[in-house]
């Protein structure tokens, strides 16, 4: 079979490393890469070409390439996008619109449906105060999806112009020959954690940073209570879901947005573990009012019913089997170099 075209957006990010190389190792992509900022050197020989630059206003170089799948991973995260909220709306909507509308016009122009395939978040959804957070448990995809974030409000509308344009763009009558139009699916993520990246900007990042401090013998001042609690997904189920959902025949899929979840712990449990494995670990509690809100805004825990029904997803790694087959080994090996 031919390579197929895959293009990554974001992919100096922390999901668009781990994909990138993921895809390299599977092999039989040809995959272009674009980011605000260069590759870095973990990526660079994998990519046949980088466009670096604002996606906004790069998109245009797009429009000549035979993508079959697009992955677009660029955004600004929850906590950066609620102090540059305007900066927030460019990046994660204009730039998914304009990416969006160039995927559909390939898709019509020449009849060959391409892959969307988008990290939406648990930002998505909006439960009013921890009484509700802690009543609720797990939630299902339609249900407290009113986010209270900039960010959350720009996935969940992109998770709209993604069904929009995959289903009613042109809003050809019923009588006419429908359009070949993109294939839109959308996963919401929990916080993810990996053990050779951190994340910047984001508010599940206490999660992450903490182990990483604590590996390193720094002190951490976790900026969320102890009791704080959210899902976490270890980055190498995060890529499982995002290239099981692209392989998934689309006839399987009964939605466009789907739940995965791995695990949910609270910042105590981390801390608990960080012990466990670094005693000399400095961590303490200082909670941030603002980025408390927000995280107290999410869902405990989500539930991945259809994931696990519709395309068979199951994450390798539970809280046990992420600790200790993964995030330890890897953070030891990385840090006693
Ligand atoms: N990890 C993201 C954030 O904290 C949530 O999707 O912003």
Redesign the pocket.
Same mark, same amino acid.
């Given at each position: 079979m031919s390579e197929q075209q895959v293009l990554v957006t974001g992919a100096s990010g922390e999901i668009g490393q781990a994909l990138v190389q993921e895809l390299a190792k599977r092999g039989g992509y040809r995959i272009i890469t674009s980011d605000f900022m260069p590759l870095p050197d973990s990526i660079k020989s994998l990519s046949a070409e980088h466009v670096q630059g604002d996606l906004v206003y790069k998109i245009k170089t797009f429009y000549d390439y035979d993508f079959d799948v697009i992955f677009h991973l660029a955004a600004s !995260? %929850? %906590?950066k996008?609620e102090v540059a909220t305007e900066e927030a709306h460019r990046i994660n909507v204009e730039g998914t619109m304009q990416l969006l509308m160039l995927a559909a016009y390939r898709s019509e122009k020449y009849k060959k449906a391409v892959k969307f395939l988008f990290p939406s %978040?648990?930002?998505a959804y909006g439960m009013p105060n921890l009484d509700s957070k802690n009543k609720a448990g797990t939630v299902k995809e339609e249900d407290w999806d009113n986010p209270h974030t900039m960010?959350g409000c720009n996935?969940l509308y992109c998770e709209k112009l993604g069904m929009y344009y995959s289903k009613y763009y042109g809003q050809k009558h019923l009588d006419e020959k429908p359009p070949v139009m993109l294939d839109f699916r959308a996963l919401r993520?929990? $916080? !993810?954690i990996s053990a050779f990246t951190l994340?910047s $900007? $984001?508010?599940?990042?206490y999660g992450p940073e903490m182990l990483h401090a604590a590996a390193q013998g720094k002190a951490y001042p976790c900026f969320v209570r102890a009791d704080t609690k959210i899902s976490f997904m270890a980055m190498p189920d995060a890529i499982k879901s995002l290239l099981m959902l692209m392989d998934v025949p689309r006839e399987k899929l009964t939605r466009n947005v789907y739940n995965v979840a791995a695990f949910a712990i609270t910042a105590e449990q981390f801390r608990q573990r960080a012990l466990k494995s670094f005693p000399d670990a400095k961590i303490s509690f200082d909670p941030n009012p603002r980025r408390q809100g927000i995280v107290d805004s999410w869902p405990e825990d989500v539930d991945d019913s259809r994931a696990r029904k519709d395309w068979g997803w199951a994450p390798d790694f539970d809280v046990d089997r992420f600790f200790d087959d993964y995030f330890l080994p890897e953070i030891r090996n990385r840090y006693e170099k």
């Open positions: !995260l %929850s %906590s996008a %978040s648990i930002a960010y996935k993520f929990p $916080g !993810l994340p $900007g $984001g508010t599940s990042d």
